[in-house]
């Protein structure tokens, strides 16, 4: 299954560099990169068809474009591989199996499916419900600290409120000299 960084340079790939929108109607310039035949045509017309590529600089000629079928085919592969990573994500299913996650292996802290946590890669590691280890983390960490950290939050959005206020007179104390001084 491809990762979340392989499908972002893979939608990268069938990205028009002008709008950032999925290529419509890709066209191929002399250079080899890739336009939406309309976004290219226009930059063309405005700049009276004396445009460098955007991407390389080098001349490009509206007469030179060529629909470039293979990256017109390959958008609807990569749109549907984006929203099944996402359904994926959203339903909280393993990219393996595509069963629901519902176990927590704590030695590569990371959640599981119940056919991962009987494969080679988990026999021996120490797995338990997403719920069990909700509990144990939430022991190791108790109120108090969230207490402790919303107070240190609460003090330094004070500091920063004090900075801002010594900056705001520095900066009328400049003013004024530079008045005096004219």
């Given at each position: 299954?491809a990762t ?5 340079e893979?939608k ?14 890709p066209v191929i310039?002399e ?5 939406c ?6 930059c063309?017309?405005?700049l009276n068809?004396k445009?460098p590529?955007p991407?390389c600089?080098?001349?490009l ?11 017109s085919?390959m958008?609807?592969?990569v749109?549907?591989m984006?929203?099944k990573r ?10 393996k199996?595509?069963e629901?996650?519902?176990l ?6 990371e959640?599981?499916?119940v056919?991962c946590s009987?494969?080679a ?6 797995v338990?419900t997403i719920?069990?280890a909700?509990?144990e983390y939430?022991m190791k ?5 969230k207490?402790?950290?919303q107070?240190?939050?609460?003090k330094?959005?004070l500091?920063?409120?004090?900075q801002?206020t010594?900056?705001?007179k520095?900066?009328?104390?400049v ?5 005096r001084?004219v």
């Amino acid at each position: 299954m491809a990762t979340a960084s392989q499908l972002q340079e893979l939608k990268d790939e069938v990205t028009c560099p002008i709008c950032f929108e999925y290529f419509k109607e890709p066209v191929i310039a002399e250079c080899g990169h890739n336009f939406c035949k309309s976004c290219i045509t226009y930059c063309l017309e405005a700049l009276n068809a004396k445009m460098p590529c955007p991407l390389c600089q080098r001349p490009l000629r509206e007469g030179k474009l060529q629909p470039n079928r293979q990256v017109s085919n390959m958008i609807p592969v990569v749109q549907q591989m984006i929203l099944k990573r996402k359904k994926r994500e959203e339903e909280h299913l393993c990219e393996k199996h595509d069963e629901k996650l519902c176990l927590f292996c704590h030695e590569d802290q990371e959640t599981i499916c119940v056919a991962c946590s009987q494969s080679a890669e988990h026999t021996d590691h120490n797995v338990v419900t997403i719920e069990r280890a909700a509990q144990e983390y939430k022991m190791k960490f108790p109120m108090k600290s969230k207490k402790t950290l919303q107070s240190s939050i609460e003090k330094l959005k004070l500091e920063l409120e004090n900075q801002k206020t010594l900056c705001a007179k520095k900066e009328q104390d400049v003013v004024k000299m530079e008045v005096r001084n004219v």
